[in-house]
């Protein structure tokens, strides 16, 4: 795989923009090739050339040239990540190192957020800053205009003189030049018109040019409006009748008031001949009176049947009434609000006579006030038209064959024209007339509640979501179309639904149901906190659930705050390995047996140290790998100290991904619990069912103080603030020099100090750099307690020999990440290459993609890798030098005091806490950052004297073990832990 993106790359390097189109042009010099690559790894298996490959294909396939944030983060927007991603889209919009294509899709995205929750004012400044409308994109979009056209509108609907009018005329100049003979536009012209312009005249002359009727006020001196449109009557027309029988049904509920409208608007339909089937679901209202008195009335080519339901069972059990009793060829669907152009069914009759393999057909539709005020709750790449999914008119056959509609709350519609796909193929069903409105769907100024369980944003991770995936599911079983058969009423569910969409509590989980099913009808698994936890994937643009259930859950990932995946395959290591069952799968099973408990899914274990009368601590860990790097290795440090200091402590992690640390921790403390929780991000806030897990630890264990051991963490503070627990914040980071911890919190550096002394009682830094920074910037206290290590084995090492007729080895030891230093590493490599090729230097680290792309790319002959070494002294022993090139100002420096102790001098770059534990010329070398050619020499001079290399060597153990000891740390822990006392 790898090989093939080099070649790819390559190929790419080496050949210019092909082609004159300026288009061409314009977007190669967008184009990011090994982005490209890395995004669609199939482009770089095939060893394609990127840009042809884009140029020709991708960009037909909806691929992206390069990398757009707000694109992913807008993504995870809509699945639940809000609170953090907004703030992400906020920091973007005026960063100005980002591109002009990502700032303006990130006010995009901000724009549709706020017009879902009518923050009409909000929508404005997003769009318009500094009064002038963005018209940016790529492609281009009139999605801000119409956003902006509805936003002005919506505040002017009570001020004739309206503020924003000018803001409202960029909106229509841009769309009038830009896209200028749309549906959209002639809308917001429509809009624009509110409250006494003509409505109707920018979209009659819309659909005239498409040769379809125009339209008029039903009632001549009134106003146009949704209940009062008909045909233009000064239109003549061929009006006549023939053909197959429609079968129209109306579902009824309490629609006293629209049904004139409807009715009005079926009964002149043009060209066909109509059966109209209204099925009351026991209105409670005078709906049944409307429509018989609209039976004395109806056109001789348009029949109406009224069908009565004596209780009330829902919209889709009313279609099937219809459905059961419609004699037509061809039956379709009209609520009970909306109104319908009188050319709509005729069109979508037509398509299907012509098209011999059409099973169904579909017409496009728009939003619209009472008063015509033209809209779209959340705007795609449709705008404010799109396929609506009520007008599907269906062959006959297709019902014989495929049955009818599953008698859910909501979106069985979408489900049963998926299922018409599925049976019959892409292309089975036809959208007659894109983007031209042929219906009005109703809607009310005052949207349903965004809290709603069943709102339309739940197709994006809630109950719409998984009820659609889990009708894919069944859909993609079928073996012919009369598999996908639907009986009216079935004595079992074909697939499962989420149980808040079910109509009655008889349709119970079926017994035959699948992991993945229980899983979805179950509240274990939490989109928005998946992607808040799992800060990776808010750039993945993945479905969360899929990529738990595919990938996640493997990974050891955990589904929601109530549930560990790795501490529960811990408990239960032996069932699970006989069951061949995933974690979150025997747990379900154990629910349903009501097997399971709260210390199952989230567990404790005792541990090896007696309780004694000194005060309990719950020390917080941030993460748990499968290799221990300086986060493991601390917090068994400050657990060491602590039991030297004689606390009890109680171990928190957020995970359980390795046995072998987790018996070093059971060993030093009263009791180890898990529970699932991430890291603090700039706008996220403390998940409450978190907080309570940790809130039930603290008062079973009584626990005193709560100590986390990075200032990433916030339920655990949360937890003990409600407790009216002290905190200690234990800060290992520089935030004004760590550019990637500022981006993974989405967080300045300022932001995160102040929020760290907002949130503690106490903050200990791990260095006087760190110190330096925190100081000052807030009330809370700062005390210093130094970094130590597991120095034994280290001191136990003999100073380096050196022989003539080996080499000098200098060692980095480091997680070989690219801020480690690792393109500094080869540049002193090549510098020695030739000029002292007696000095090898090696990589001692996990093989991360950044290292393994160095060593498949010619790496210089004097850089090896001596692989992942677990115990640091097993790696120092091989080497007589030590160097630390990080990129990053490290706030204290692991490896350089592993090296001390070791007897090893130390080469580094002068920045960081790095000069704290170096002191120049006595036990390393200090180099300015980025100097390679410095670095070189110190090598080389260390290379050429064993004196020298000793000197430095010995100096450096001894400041070790006289600063740095085990002992320090718990002095200095001591005197920090009084001070919170006195606090």
């Given at each position: 795989m790898l090989a093939s993106l080099t070649r790819a790359w390559r190929r790419w390097r080496h050949k210019s923009a092909s082609g004159t189109n300026p288009e061409e042009r314009a977007v190669h010099a967008r184009f990011d090739p090994e982005w490209y690559l890395t995004k669609?790894?199939?482009?770089?298996?095939?060893?394609?050339?990127?840009?042809?490959?884009?140029?020709?294909?991708?960009?037909?396939?909806?691929?992206?040239?390069?990398?757009?944030?707000?694109?992913?983060?807008?993504?995870?927007?809509?699945?639940?990540?809000?609170?953090?991603?907004?703030?992400?889209?906020?920091?973007?919009?005026?960063?100005?190192?980002?591109?002009?294509?990502?700032?303006?899709?990130?006010?995009?995205?901000?724009?549709?957020?706020?017009?879902?929750?009518?923050?009409?004012?909000?929508?404005?400044?997003?769009?318009?800053?500094?009064?002038?409308?963005?018209?940016?994109?790529?492609?281009?979009?009139?999605?801000?205009?119409?956003?902006?056209?509805?936003?002005?509108?919506?505040?002017?609907l009570d001020d004739c003189e309206s503020a924003h009018q000018g803001l409202l005329d960029q909106a229509l100049t841009f769309l009038e030049r830009a896209f200028p003979d749309t549906a959209d536009t002639a809308l917001a012209k429509a809009n624009a018109q509110h409250p006494q312009g003509d409505v109707l005249q920018a979209l009659n002359r819309f659909y005239a040019r498409r040769g379809l009727q125009t339209l008029t006020p039903f009632e001549p001196a009134l106003a146009p409006s949704l209940d009062n449109l008909t045909a233009n009557a000064t239109e003549t027309d061929d009006t006549s009748v023939t053909g197959a029988l429609v079968s129209v049904i109306v579902p009824v509920y309490n629609a006293q008031a629209a049904l004139d409208t409807v009715l009005r608007g079926l009964c002149a339909q043009r060209g066909v001949r109509l059966?109209?089937?209204?099925?009351?679901?026991?209105?409670?209202?005078?709906?049944?009176?409307?429509?018989?008195?609209?039976?004395?009335?109806?056109?001789?080519?348009?029949?109406?049947?009224?069908?009565?339901?004596?209780s009330n069972q829902g919209a889709y059990a009313v279609r099937n009434t219809g459905a059961a009793h419609a004699s037509g060829a061809f039956i379709t669907v009209h609520d009970s609000d909306d109104w319908s152009h009188p050319e709509k069914l005729c069109q979508q009759l037509v398509v299907l006579k012509e098209n011999a393999s059409a099973k169904a057909s579909l017409s496009h539709w728009v939003r619209a006030t009472p008063e015509l005020l033209f809209h779209r709750w959340r705007l795609d790449e449709y705008g404010w038209v799109y396929p609506n999914i009520s007008s599907l008119m269906i062959r006959r056959e297709?019902?014989?064959?495929?049955?009818?509609?599953?008698?859910?709350?909501?979106?069985?519609?979408?489900?049963?024209?998926?299922?018409?796909?599925?049976?019959?193929?892409?292309?089975?069903?036809?959208?007659?007339?894109?983007?031209?409105?042929?219906?009005?769907?109703?809607?009310?100024?005052?949207?349903?509640?965004?809290?709603?369980a069943s709102h339309v944003v739940s197709q994006f991770g809630g109950m719409r979501y998984h009820?659609?995936?889990?009708?894919?599911?069944?859909?993609?079983?079928?073996?012919?179309?009369?598999?996908?058969?639907?009986?009216?009423?079935?004595?079992?569910?074909?697939?499962?639904?989420?149980?808040?969409?079910?109509?009655?509590?008889?349709?119970?989980l079926n017994a035959s149901l699948s992991d993945e099913q229980r899983l979805r009808a179950s509240s274990l698994f939490d989109p928005g906190w998946y992607l808040e936890r799992y800060i990776d994937l808010q750039s993945a643009m993945i479905e969360p659930f899929d990529h738990f259930c595919t990938v996640g859950a493997g990974e050891g990932r955990d589904p929601g705050p109530d549930f560990s995946t790795t501490g529960y395959a811990r408990r239960f290591q032996q069932a699970l390995s006989e069951s061949g069952l995933a974690a979150w799968a025997h747990y379900l099973r154990a629910v349903e047996d009501d097997r399971a408990r709260l210390d199952d899914a989230l567990p404790i274990w005792e541990g090896e140290r007696a309780h004694v009368g000194r005060p309990t601590v719950m020390l917080c860990a941030h993460q748990v790998g499968a290799t221990l790097f300086g986060a493991e290795r601390s917090l068994l440090d400050v657990l060491d100290a602590l039991n030297?200091?004689?606390?009890?402590?109680?171990?928190?992690?957020p995970e359980a991904g390795n046995a072998a640390y987790e018996a070093m921790l059971l060993a030093r403390c009263k009791a180890l619990a898990v529970v699932p929780y991430?890291?603090?991000?700039?706008?996220?806030?403390?998940?409450?069912?978190?907080?309570?897990?940790?809130?039930?630890?603290?008062?079973?264990?009584?626990?005193?103080?709560?100590?986390?051991?990075?200032?990433?963490?916030?339920?655990?503070?949360?937890?003990?603030?409600?407790?009216?627990?002290?905190?200690?914040?234990?800060?290992?980071?520089?935030?004004?020099?760590?550019?990637?911890?500022?981006?993974?919190?989405?967080?300045?550096?300022?932001?995160?100090?102040?929020?760290?002394?907002?949130?503690?009682?106490?903050?200990?830094?791990?260095?006087?750099?760190?110190?330096?920074?925190?100081?000052?910037?807030?009330?809370?206290?700062v005390r210093i307690v130094p970094n130590t290590i597991t120095m034994a084995p280290l001191l136990a090492l003999l100073p380096p020999k050196m022989d003539a007729e080996e080499p000098f080895r200098v060692g980095m030891l480091s997680s070989n990440l690219p801020k480690k230093g690792l393109d500094d590493i080869v540049r002193v490599a090549r510098g020695l290459e030739n000029d002292a090729p007696h000095i090898r230097l090696e990589l001692f680290g996990p093989l991360s993609p950044a290292l393994t792309y160095i060593l498949h790319h010619s790496p210089p002959a004097n850089l090896h890798y001596g692989g992942y070494i677990a115990d640091p002294s097993e790696a120092l022993k091989l080497v007589h030098a030590v160097v630390n090139l990080s990129h990053f100002q490290e706030s204290f420096g692991r490896t350089v005091l592993e090296a001390m102790a070791a007897s090893r001098p130390v080469v580094a770059y002068a920045w960081g806490a790095l000069p704290e534990l170096i002191i120049e010329g006595e036990n390393g070398y200090l180099v300015p950052f980025g100097d390679t050619e410095a670095v070189a020499e110190c090598l080389l001079r260390l290379s050429l004297s064993h004196d020298l290399c000793c000197r430095l060597g010995n100096a450096g153990r001894q400041r070790a073990t006289e600063h740095y000891s085990a002992a320090r740390l718990a002095q200095a822990l001591r005197k920090s832990y009084d001070v919170l006392d006195a606090v």
């Open positions: 669609y790894p199939d482009v770089a298996a095939a060893g394609l050339d990127p840009w042809q490959h884009y140029w020709h294909h991708g960009r037909f396939e909806n691929r992206l040239p390069r990398r757009n944030r707000a694109l992913e983060w807008d993504h995870a927007l809509w699945r639940g990540a809000e609170n953090v991603v907004l703030s992400r889209l906020g920091v973007l919009v005026n960063d100005q190192e980002a591109s002009e294509e990502e700032r303006f899709t990130a006010r995009l995205a901000f724009a549709r957020w706020y017009r879902w929750k009518e923050q009409w004012e909000d929508v404005i400044k997003i769009l318009a800053p500094q009064g002038v409308l963005i018209e940016g994109g790529a492609p281009l979009t009139p999605n801000p205009a119409l956003l902006l056209v509805e936003a002005c509108c919506r505040l002017s059966e109209i089937l209204a099925v009351d679901d026991a209105s409670e209202d005078e709906s049944v009176a409307v429509l018989e008195r609209w039976q004395a009335c109806c056109p001789s080519h348009v029949s109406l049947v009224v069908l009565r339901h004596e297709v019902l014989e064959t495929l049955g009818f509609w599953d008698e859910v709350k909501v979106n069985a519609d979408t489900e049963y024209r998926e299922r018409i796909e599925a049976a019959y193929g892409a292309g089975s069903v036809v959208e007659v007339l894109p983007g031209v409105p042929l219906s009005f769907g109703r809607s009310s100024l005052n949207s349903l509640s965004q809290q709603s009820y659609m995936e889990a009708a894919r599911q069944w859909h993609r079983q079928a073996q012919a179309p009369s598999d996908l058969y639907l009986p009216r009423n079935p004595s079992a569910r074909s697939f499962q639904a989420p149980v808040a969409m079910l109509r009655t509590l008889s349709e119970a030297t200091l004689a606390y009890n402590v109680v171990v928190l992690l991430g890291w603090w991000q700039q706008g996220k806030h403390p998940h409450p069912k978190t907080v309570a897990h940790i809130g039930r630890l603290l008062a079973r264990f009584a626990i005193d103080v709560v100590h986390v051991n990075t200032l990433v963490l916030d339920e655990p503070l949360a937890a003990a603030r409600e407790a009216n627990i002290p905190t200690v914040v234990h800060v290992r980071e520089l935030p004004a020099f760590d550019r990637a911890l500022c981006q993974t919190l989405g967080a300045t550096p300022e932001q995160i100090v102040e929020r760290t002394h907002a949130v503690s009682d106490m903050i200990i830094a791990n260095s006087e750099a760190v110190a330096q920074a925190f100081q000052g910037r807030g009330s809370t206290p």
